[in-house]
């Protein structure tokens, strides 16, 4: 699984597959037009890699040029081919043989003919590495197909998405994560773990609380959380790899989960990188940042009130809660702003009753 831009793909047919398949084109072309030396003619940008590896696969002596076409846009191909770049030869009583990555709709291929139609070739001829049979519009002959493929989007092999993915080896083809997972964001005191007990049955997810997976490792003596100590009995932070690597496993422990709810992690930017690339592996995304939002005040009288019961120490101290709560918001803000600028940020007022608060949540894990 791999990301290019916002979305994700597979590998649908590998390197392998599209080198016998391309030896087989060039040995049948060959065969048919042994006795002279063609000009193949490969369609930019796509078909560089095909055209490369064809003409090597190809076993006789043959020429190659490229024109330039485009069509596509995003997704969606446009349906108006512009010429970018022209043929140059003098293509006169020659068997040009074009070389395309891929026919959709036809569209392309039609403008090809259209180019060659008042040259005076000896034959013109199409060969095609991928062939979309439900897409084709167009009645025009194609000679060689290497490939047939559903109407689905692909990349790879000098195909691209928005420019990307033109140098993968293998062809990939769109995808959509199967897991939702959550960032869930508060405040100390803003009843994150009384929200996250509600939504992780509500929605069959599994919470992966931080705190809890450190004490767990720690307490078992793991090899992580023998690493984690050794940094903590010296008073250091814990390198960011080490948690990542905690999570990753407590992850990996819960494989058959419909996704997870991420409880104080990741904390910083470089934390969020990493859990996208270790998601994006497993085919994966988080799918919403949501943040209890709570003003300080309130957050200040809820937090003295639970140190008069708790006995937590850092619970009574008016001025330490001020702190955590500055370092909080020093510390979310650039994370609600990595969130936010892929469209995943959701503030919830977090002021209210539980069950008002389970609400608005609710609201917005619906939409995930
Ligand atoms: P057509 O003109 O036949 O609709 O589309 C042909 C051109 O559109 C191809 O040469 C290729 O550049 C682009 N194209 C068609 N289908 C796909 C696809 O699934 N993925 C990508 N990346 N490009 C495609
Ligand atoms: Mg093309």
């Known amino acids: ?170 062809i990939f083809t769109l995808t959509k994560p199967t897991m939702t997972n959550i960032v869930l964001f508060g405040p100390p005191g803003a009843g994150k773990g009384t929200q996250a007990d509600v939504l992780k049955d509500k929605y069959a997810l599994k919470h992966i609380s931080t705190g809890d997976v450190f004490r767990y490792n720690i307490k078992n003596e793991t090899p992580l959380g023998n690493l984690a100590k050794s940094y903590m009995d010296k008073g250091d932070l814990v390198p960011d790899e080490v948690t990542i690597n905690m999570l990753k496993q407590e992850v990996e422990r819960h494989k058959d989960a419909n996704g997870f709810i991420f409880d104080g992690f990741p904390r910083t930017e470089d934390q969020a990188k990493a859990l996208d690339t270790f998601l994006a592996e497993k085919g994966a995304t988080i799918n919403g940042m949501v943040a209890l939002e709570v003003p300080e005040d309130l957050l200040v009288e809820r937090l003295l009130k639970r140190g008069e019961t708790s006995g937590r120490p850092d619970d009574q101290d008016e001025s330490k809660i001020r702190n955590r709560f500055n370092e909080y918001q020093n510390k979310t803000a650039i994370l609600k702003d990595y969130y936010a600028q892929q469209g995943k940020y959701y503030g919830i007022d977090g002021v209210g009753s539980i069950e008002e608060i389970t609400e608005r949540l609710t609201k917005v894990f619906d939409k995930l």
């Open 1 to 170: 699984m791999i990301k290019l831009h916002d979305k994700y793909f597979e590998s649908y047919i590998s390197a392998n597959k599209l080198n016998t398949t391309i030896a087989k084109m060039a040995q049948l072309v060959y065969k048919e037009c042994a006795d002279e030396i063609p000009l193949f003619v490969g369609i930019l940008n796509g078909s560089f890699m095909f055209a490369a590896d064809f003409v090597r696969a190809y076993p006789g002596q043959c020429e190659i040029s490229f024109v330039k076409l485009a069509s596509y846009q995003g997704t969606e191909s446009a349906g108006k081919v512009k010429k970018l770049v022209g043929l140059s030869e003098d293509v006169t009583n020659r068997t040009v043989i074009i070389l395309e990555d891929i026919i959709d709709t036809g569209t392309t291929l039609e403008e090809i003919y259209t180019i060659f139609r008042h040259k005076k070739l000896k034959q013109l001829k199409i060969a095609t590495l991928l062939y979309k049979p439900d897409v084709y519009k167009k009645g025009l002959h194609i000679d060689y197909i290497g490939l047939h493929v559903p109407d689905k989007f692909v990349v790879g092999y000098g195909l691209d998405y928005n420019g990307l993915g033109r140098n993968l080896s293998d």
